[in-house]
């Protein structure tokens, strides 16, 4: 970090015991002290480990990602069988009111989100590497997997822990293109029993599971 001393230090002592010349010397300088260290820091204001706020919006703004992003309104329109929003609680939704509301990410939310449109960027079109995008965006205990249907379409699951309406909203609105061009998503499913893999057959592992094991799917 630059100092004012790294200039007033270099005047000989011919000049530096006389005060006005010494103040005159540092207001010019200062001025060139604050621009080095401002220019200094900026790496580092704006580096994704560390950047918050407005740097961090300018880091995602470089990596083509936005901090607000539409996720599904839940526990506002009325709706049998759940606490809250029954008889005279919900409101009734009509023809033209809004499935989906607009929400801003926390800074450390949207740091996963750039990190993972980064890993997009660069993605090299193979399902291994989608999941490897996907699941730097979700909890370990959070499993995500594709499954290539071989008829340019493809399944993405999640099983284990559910994530958040907000992780599901960024995975079900397509905030990380991780699909190979031409390839459609058919569905994406969750798990409806947090912690437990998808229910199906032949096969028993912490993604999908049998009987006693297995939860059924719920779409997004």
Known sequence: MADITDYTGLITSEHNQRPKFMAMVEAVC?????????????????????????????????????????????????????AGIGFDQGVWKGPFDPDTGLTTLDDET??????????????????????????????????????????MSMTIGVSGAIPSPVFLALLSGGYIPIKPAGVRVSISVVTTVDGAPLFGFDMNNQYVAGFDAGAWARTL
């Open 110 to 151: 949207y740091r996963l989100l750039i990190r993972a449109k980064i890993g997009a960027n660069h993605w090299d079109g193979t399902l291994a590497g989608s999941a490897a995008i996907l699941n730097s965006i979700f909890d370990s205990s959070t499993h995500v997997f594709i499954e290539d249907h071989q008829d």
């Open 30 to 82: 200062q001025p060139i002290v604050d621009s080095i260290n401002f220019l200094e820091a900026m790496p580092f204001d704006f580096d994704l480990d560390d950047a918050i706020g407005v740097q961090l919006d300018a880091v995602g703004e470089w990596v083509g990602i936005s901090r607000h992003i539409s996720i599904p309104l839940a526990g506002v329109y009325f709706s049998f069988d759940i």
